[in-house]
């Protein structure tokens, strides 16, 4: 009789991952998707601010342009009362801090106005930065920062010496302001200096039909600032022309600030997201 032999089949013993295990891969993984994140939102970040210092810089080109263009086209209207130029002061100046403790850019806020002939037809164009409406209509002078804005008034030859095309185009009531249209939005300084033919920056009242008021006294406080009445054939040799435009980020934050004082310390400190434009424009009728 044969004995009965007996197979054992022992089972392999299966481990799984312990508590330990799982946690450190979470955690590994969690680890590497907050630095993929983090990776991915700073290329974007950077993709968006080269986006938005592109449009600013050519927003900023383009306007420089159309206004050097104008004015160098500027003309004299020969008659006394009647401005061939005028360059004003609209609001205080007032300072961005820079890196260095107390040390300050000042940004200034202007308007211009001047003359200029196309055939037989005087046209009087006007510069300035404004506030606008949630509808769009520009109805106030910006203070600190707002929209370049352009209207323009022409009469016939014939009528020219009658009409006092300085104060149709910069008359401060509503219904003038809604007539400007936008240029660019963001300005935060836009000053004009005038030069005389010999390069000399015109600071003194020794020209003939120039009236330059220096240190204008603006709502009864003092600044560092000129103003120019060009009147009869007084032209400058040219201009220098200054803006400053703020990144579309800041602008739109700035805006959605509602309070004044909480407005303007917030922008104190955006001297880094300003981007200036300087160009020196003849005067090609200047005598």
Not at 171 to 189: C, E, S
Not at 258 to 266: F, L
Request: hydrophobic share 45%.
């Amino acid at each position: 009789m044969k004995s009965a032999q007996f197979h054992y089949f022992v089972r392999p013993i299966r481990r799984g991952f312990t508590v330990v295990e799982l946690l450190v891969a979470v955690s590994v993984m969690t680890l590497i998707v907050l630095v993929l994140y983090g990776l991915f939102d700073q290329v974007q970040r950077a993709l968006r601010s080269n986006s938005s210092q592109v449009d600013v810089l050519e927003g900023g080109r383009a306007s420089n342009e159309l206004m050097a263009r104008e004015m160098e086209q500027m003309q004299a209207g020969n008659v006394l009362s009647n401005q061939n130029l005028f360059i004003g002061l609209t609001s205080l100046p007032y300072h961005l801090a820079l890196l260095d403790p107390n040390v300050y850019h000042t940004n200034v806020l202007q308007e211009v106005f001047f003359l200029s002939k196309y055939n037989k037809r005087w046209t009087g164009t006007g510069y300035r930065i404004l506030s606008f409406s949630t509808n769009g209509i520009a109805n106030q002078l910006a203070g600190g920062v707002g929209t370049l804005s352009r209207y323009s008034v022409d009469v016939s030859a014939s009528d020219f010496p009658n009409i006092n095309l300085f104060s149709r185009v910069m008359n401060t009531d509503t219904n003038t302001l809604a007539k400007f249209q936008r240029i660019a939005d963001g300005v935060i300084h836009f000053r004009l200096r005038a030069f005389d033919t010999n390069g000399m920056l015109m600071v003194s009242n020794i020209y003939p039909d120039v009236r330059i008021v220096t240190n204008t006294v603006f709502l009864t406080q003092p600044t560092s600032e000129t103003r120019y009445a060009f009147t009869n054939s007084a032209l400058p040799a040219c201009l220098e022309l200054e803006m400053g435009i703020l990144e579309p980020h800041v602008w739109e934050r700035y805006k959605s600030i509602p309070n004044a004082a909480a407005a303007s310390n917030y922008l104190a400190r955006q001297v880094g997201a300003v981007h200036l434009f300087q160009e020196r424009i003849p005067i090609h009728m200047a005598k």
